[in-house]
């Protein structure tokens, strides 16, 4: 796994505790709802981006257990991705860029 800087604990362990914190509202809220949690564009964004990341450092975990080459890792790294946005799009009509248009116009 990368390295990192002694004093610097990696942003996983930082987030830890507040995902824990989520996921146990979330369970929560839906034991004691009969609704849907109201998450809006940017609360979708922003858990889009926390799942990606997560994916993402599992699939480079596998391409380390496999000792996959470069050109197969960034080729698995892209089609991960690329399934992710697609299955984002088919189940909500959500385009993932369109997540960003805002920031990508600045």
């Known amino acids: ?6 004093d610097t604990q990696a942003i996983g362990e930082k987030l ?3 995902l824990a914190i989520m996921e146990n509202a979330l ?10 949690p109201g998450f809006d564009d940017d609360s979708f964004r ?25 050109e197969d890792r960034i080729n698995m790294a892209l089609a991960a991705a690329s399934e992710l946005k697609k299955l984002i799009k088919t189940y909500t ?12 116009n600045d």
Do not use: H
């Open 16 to 18: 830890k505790p507040l």
């Open 46 to 70: 922003s858990i889009i981006k926390l799942f990606a990341a997560a994916l993402l450092e599992r699939v480079w975990q596998l391409q380390e257990r496999e000792s996959l080459c470069d």
């Open 27 to 36: 369970w929560e809220y839906e034991c004691a709802n009969n609704s849907v």
């Open 93 to 104: 009509d959500i385009d993932t860029e369109g997540l960003y248009a805002d920031e990508l």
């Open 1 to 6: 796994m990368n390295q990192i800087n002694e």
